[in-house]
């Protein structure tokens, strides 16, 4: 179970906390605001802006990689055609072929080795098989 189904809850509870209205006396033309009607607000809107930031990071995160696989000494690598990047792969490479151009569904793992960061792909799933590498 992945954490999807607890943001979802943590997103209505949130919404239901911050479009609850309180119910409060009004005399004549005016309304009585409380401390804890502003501090209700106040804890809604950085709720909001809480959920907003984690949303917009868990888009912005790469989900899927493209490019051409090949065999490094290290084992499979593949080049980003987006960004250039190049990545060892590790996780399910059962089916990942070298020579081929490939999607590849997963996420980026950084690693220290030896006091260098090496840039690796976890791969969950093969998206695509686009064939062969085409120069």
Request: proline letters at 2%; aromatic letters at 6%; hydrophobic letters at 40%.
């Amino acid at each position: 179970m992945g954490l999807k189904p607890f943001w979802r809850g943590i997103l209505a509870c949130v919404l239901c906390v911050a479009l609850a209205k309180p119910a409060s006396a009004q005399t004549g033309s005016g309304k009585i605001v409380s401390n804890s009607t502003i501090a209700g607000a106040i804890a809604g809107a950085v709720a909001g802006v809480v959920v907003l930031v984690f949303v917009v990071y868990e888009v912005s995160k790469k989900k899927a990689v493209t490019g051409c696989v090949a065999a490094g000494e290290h084992g499979l690598t593949v080049t980003d055609e987006a960004d250039n990047q190049s990545y060892s792969l590790s996780g399910n490479t059962a089916d990942v072929k070298a020579g081929d151009r490939m999607k590849l569904r997963g996420h980026k793992v950084s690693k220290k080795d030896a006091g260098t960061k090496t840039a690796s792909w976890e791969v969950q799933k093969v998206d695509r098989d686009f064939g062969a590498c085409h120069p």
